[in-house]
């Protein structure tokens, strides 16, 4: 029988051993494969879509600027610089550097497929906000043009991915989203955000945190050097310019969304925000719960227009079951929190709920029911 | 043609294509005005679509569909949802209504499943055994068929369908009646910590009765992450062919370590000790699972809380008879007719002077030692992976073949129990069990593959290799580790 301790040791040793080699991100595997995809073709590929994506900006991309973006030495920026440009991808005449006609399908090519699958790991898989950028930097290198076609024809040919981005079409067509920095808005205009910036991915966390996504209804209340105070969605945030300015915002067009401006009307809360007993009614879902899950909640019946009331609430305090359209469903609270309601005065009639709870509202039809014939 | 124009016709007001009398207008006109309206629509048309189809669905329901009568047992609803989701009865009564369905499947197992074991092991054996001889069969396919064949699928049969039979309708009802998805309400906050769903803790208990049964019953999570989460952690509820073990070696080694009146008790503590234990690394598994290999799957959830209903008896009984017992014990006798032949041959088939379950056990004895159990249990729960409730047997049968013992036992590959503690304990000194063994056993008994019924419902339900393997494999790693670090501790401490 061998010694415990020497046993334990191994034991101990080899776990080690096994951590070290296969942990995620840090182990000697993952590094290893991480080191393998970063080829020249990779390297190139990133380089093209820095280039492009400071060109829309109207900024100069450099080599130092390259080199803090591809995080590889300058030297070897340069000696990708010269393989580019004798491949035809750009040009670089006293140190300015232009994409060529090639260069710039090149670069929309890859700028469509990560920012398709985006769009694709927000709308059909569980991953958290923050790992989209990440695996979309991946991805794009290995997609060939083929699968980026059969992507966005699964995905239904979308407009934009889930930062706000438009998405290149086929043939590298698209229309930039306009916006404005919010911290060039004046103040108490309403305005809707249309973009948040995923780089760096520190600010982009940070926006994250705060709940913000494309879509949000804005409205500026105080801009000082040191702080950005605004109202989104109905609640205040507060940001430091510096993150604020990477929300980009157009001013609300008041008429073409008229529709959308009627139904922002009401004061909206949160559905997880109703105590027991109360009744509400549902404005909409938030834009930012896509994918199965905003079907389920509408195949449950939540959808504008719906009377939802709080019935029950778990020993253990989260779900809360609600009664929608007759049937008692128990959502969460992160799922509530995604369900915008208007408060409605409790029925007057009776307290303990002697009237049932009907779902929309029927009752005009069921006056007019015993005279249609 | 004239069908486009009236689509685009009040999103576009006045473009090209939006004129159907104009003949001159070409197909890439067409669908240029169509790109450049893409951009006008926005990103989110074909949600804003869908939408409005939900919506013009409600209103043509709630305009269509009458509600007479305007529920008369509705105050009943909520009076019972008050009471069995208070924060002061909730958990109490859960755990009452539990016990009770428990307590009465195992004490009320024991009689039926002493029948049939009579019937089909006591008259029918010796009875088919009789039959050979007088048709002269060969021994070794008397032995192939009857000793190992048959035995094997009548002992399966006797031990796993009664607890079944009383365990799965019990279940039935309450779930009929409407009170399990109230147990999933009180449960999900839990749950939702280790990144899993509430209804899991129903698959979870019904994995106590049978973790193939566990594994189907997870088809009540619509969610498909918290659904595979369901899935691959069924295996650590101890399931009803494992009980006879733990409560055998608890009896015989942890009850032997206090006085008499005690033992009893202490022995039941330490298998719900074990049970308990399960649970936890349930949990544990849940909380990992979802945060490494099943981050990416998508997650929904939603629970919904049907209204009561008088529970149909009878039809109940039934369609879980059917639905649940028999297609689970079905697969079990389909997987045990196999491992009957393979463990008789392993016993009986000589290679080199020995059988090839003496070259088994003496191959794996390192290992054994190592993570504090022997190689007998290791072979024997090799052979035995069709079926838990056949390990006990195997393991007395392997023993005495591997030690020569010559007054217990039937023979080579025949399996046997055995009624007397003293025998029993006998037969284990013989090959040198101690308190450490009896401990990893209970330890591996609990954390192991799952047996190879489950293994194949985990594969038809996720209909994925690569999932059913994890699912038996997970386990199976988890059990050598934890047998192994208390082995080494346990002799540390021990000396």
Sequence with gaps: MPDPLWALAIGAGLALLLAGLFWPERGLWPRWRRTRELTERVLTEDALKHIHKWEMKGRRPTVESLAGALQVPRDRVAQLLANMEQLGLLTSQGGDLHLTAAGRDAALHIIRAHRLWE??????????????????????????????????????????????????????????????????????????????????????????????????????IELTPQRVRFWANGDE?????????????????????????????????????????????????????????????????????????????????????YRI???????????????????????????????????QEPRPEEAEAPSSP | MSQTAQLTGPLSTGGPAARPSQPAVTPDQILATARSLRWQVGSDYH???????????????????????EKPRFDLDRTIDRLVTSRVWGFPLMILLFTLVFWITISGANIPSQLLSNLLIGVVYPWLHRLADLIGLPWWLTGLLIDGVYLSTAWVVSVMLPPMAIFFPLFTLLEDFGYLPRVAFNLDNLFKKAGAHGKQALSLMMGFGCNAAGVVSTR??????????????????????????????????LGGLVAAPWAGLIAALSVVGVAVLGVLFSFAASWALSRTVLRGQPSTFSLELPPYRPPRVLQTIYTSLIDRTIIILGRAVMFAVPAGAVIWLTANVHVGGA???????????????????????????????????????TILMLTVLVTGMSDVGAGAGVLFELENTEDLMRVFQASGWTLLTAVNLMLFSLLHNPCSTTIYTIYKETGSRKWAAVGALLPLAIGFVVTFLVAQVWRLVAG
């Design chain 1, 237 to 321: 945030h507060v940001l430091a310019p510096l993150l604020a300015a990477n929300i980009s915002v157009v001013p609300k067009p008041a008429e073409a969304e008229g529709k959308q401006a009627v139904k922002a009307a009401p004061p909206a809360i949160p559905l997880s925000a109703l105590r027991l007993g109360e009744q509400a009614e549902v404005v909409g879902i938030s834009p930012r719960c896509r994918g199965p899950e905003r079907r389920r909640f509408m195949d449950l019946g939540i959808l504008p227009g719906t009377v939802v009331t709080a019935e029950l609430v778990s020993p253990s305090g989260d779900p809360t079951a």
């Design chain 2, 47 to 69: 949600q804003a679509l869908m939408e409005a189809i939900y919506t013009e669905a409600a209103r043509i329901a709630d305009r269509a569909v009458t509600r007479p009568g």
């Design chain 1, 119 to 220: 769009r694709y790991l927000a709308d059909q898989t569980g991953y958290d906000e923050a790992d989209w950028h990440g695996q979309a930097e991946r991805l794009e290198h290995t997609l060939p043009p083929a699968e980026v076609d059969a992507l966005a024809a699964r995905l239904g040919h979308p407009t934009h991915d889930p930062h706000g981005d438009p998405i290149p079409d086929s043939a590298g067509r698209f229309v930039a989203h306009g916006g404005q920095p919010l911290t060039a808005l004046p103040p108490d205009t309403p305005a809707q955000i249309v973009h948040i910036e995923d780089e760096p991915e520190v600010v982009y966390a940070q926006l994250v945190a705060e709940g913000l996504y494309p879509g949000m209804a804005v409205r500026l």
């Design chain 1, 325 to 359: 359209r007759d049937a008692l469903i128990a959502l969460r609270k992160e799922q509530a929190d995604l369900i915008h309601v208007a408060p409605r005065p409790a029925p007057a009639a009776s307290p303990n709920g002697d009237r049932p709870t009907v779902g």
């Design chain 2, 220 to 253: 009540i999570i619509d969610s498909p992450r918290e659904r595979l989460i369901a899935i691959l952690t069924n295996n650590f509820a101890l399931c009803n062919g494992r009980w006879p073990l733990q409560i055998l070696i608890a009896t015989l080694f």
């Design chain 2, 355 to 393: 059988s090839i379950a003496e070259h088994l056990v003496r191959l794996l004895d390192p290992i054994g030692l190592l993570i504090g159990l022997n190689s007998v249990i290791l072979v024997a729960y090799i052979v035995a992976i069709p079926a838990n409730e056949i390990v006990i047997p």
